[in-house]
């Protein structure tokens, strides 16, 4: 792996990750503690945690305009202004609209990231290390996620919201004049040369299409659904709060330690999936662990009653979470390097971003509807996850006999 492409991948992944704390604490401590922001309906819990990711969906080819135009380093120092700001906010002013207008705002800082993280790895990468490199910026800005999370949840049970927000503010702050130093000013090119042109209708078409439902698929089960009602889950089953050497232990800290094991083991285990794609002839047959695997998961934690068989399956599908997010933006990373990268790149984006979107407004409308029923959302989505495993056999058969 080229040194200066790693250093490139670690360096935008890091600066995400910090930028991203305000936003994971919020999806651990917003369900349980919603009266501290000024919240009085579980309806404006699931707007706040959605409109973020709305905003992004008209945002997306602006953000691909940008990065046409403008460098990697503008487009961070942006972000991560706006991040700082944002994640102030949360704590300042428990107002719901002030509030739905920071989310807003947050929307586009995280546009800019996660699409300069993405151009980043298709312009310093291989077919060789493509989805090394997925992995391993997938696991560092995951780490974002471990501490805004389990940092999150712990302090929440102890404190009120606004000394943690305030801390993860000053955060992101302090990695502007970082961004300043070390990201390059320069634009982010798109090598004519790599858009490979295909008269294969399937493969450049139907296939291509495949991978961005399977984009929304993501968004929607990972990032919206699952996110989302963590904490609400743990609550139903968690009764009684601990206490350990006086620091209380509530539903918030079991959610955020859950979410936090995936972030911890990310950094490792995501570049070995990555590599082990790397090798694969086939790397789309390597989704059929995540999802048969979220199928069977989610359909047991719909039927468990017991808290600790309950863990055992969280962590089980923390694990999964790690396949599927880093096959797919491996999968959507290789398909934008042979053709027009920052269009398809903003398209697996917008599709990621409807997903997470619709996944905790439609979870709260369902919670709405069923009487606070999480098990009747965690069947739906277990039959998603069934439905998208059959889209992939189906597709994988279709390449297999195109090619022989």
């Not at 945690?49 to 120092?77: E, K």
């Not at 599927?324 to 390097?337: G, M, P, Q």
């Amino acid at each position: 792996m080229n040194g200066s492409a790693r250093i490139r991948v670690i360096q935008v992944a890091l600066i995400t990750a910090i930028a991203l704390f305000g936003d994971a604490m919020l999806f651990i401590v917003l369900p349980l503690y919603y009266s501290q922001f000024g919240l009085t309906a579980l309806w404006q819990i699931g707007l706040l945690l959605s409109i973020n990711r709305l905003i992004r969906l008209p945002l997306n080819p602006l953000v691909a305009w940008f990065y046409r135009r403008f460098s990697l380093r503008t487009g961070l120092l942006i972000a991560m202004i706006l991040a700082s700001l944002t994640t102030f906010s949360y704590g300042v002013f428990p107002i719901f609209w002030v509030l739905f207008i920071a989310r807003m705002l947050w929307g586009v800082a995280w546009s800019l990231l996660r699409m300069g993280g993405f151009l980043t790895i298709i312009e310093v990468s291989s077919d060789d290390n493509r989805g090394k490199h997925v992995g391993m910026y997938n696991g560092l800005w995951g780490i974002g996620g471990l501490v805004g999370m389990l940092a999150g949840g712990l302090l929440a049970d102890q404190m009120s919201i606004m000394p943690i927000t305030t801390v993860f503010a000053l955060c992101a702050a302090a990695c502007i004049p970082v961004v300043w130093r070390v990201i390059p000013n320069v634009l982010i090119t798109n090598d004519d040369s790599k858009q490979a042109v295909t008269n294969d209708k399937f493969s450049f078409t139907s296939y291509h299409t495949i991978i961005l439902l399977t984009s929304l698929g993501m968004g929607f089960l990972i990032m919206g659904l699952f996110a989302s009602t963590l904490s609400p889950l743990i609550e139903t089953y968690y009764i009684e709060e601990l206490t350990v050497l006086g620091v209380v232990i509530g539903a918030a800290t079991v959610a955020g330690v859950l979410q936090a094991v995936r972030w911890s083991w990310d950094p490792f285990v995501a570049p070995l999936v990555g590599k082990w794609m790397d090798r694969l002839e086939h790397s789309h047959y390597l989704l059929f662990v995540p999802l048969s695997g979220g199928a069977i998961v989610f359909f047991l934690i719909g039927w468990t009653s017991e808290l600790y068989l309950l863990l055992l399956l969280l962590v089980i599908f923390q694990l999964i979470s790690t396949f599927f997010s880093t096959t797919v933006d491996t999968i959507a990373t290789e398909a934008a390097s042979k053709t027009d990268r920052v269009k398809f790149m903003m398209w697996h984006t917008i599709m990621v971003d409807t997903g997470a979107a619709v996944g905790p407004l439609l979870s709260y409308l369902l919670l709405s509807t069923f009487d606070g029923s999480l098990s009747i959302v965690y069947f739906i989505a277990s039959v998603i996850f069934l439905a998208y495993a059959c889209v992939w056999a189906y597709a994988a058969k279709k390449i297999k006999t195109k090619r022989t």
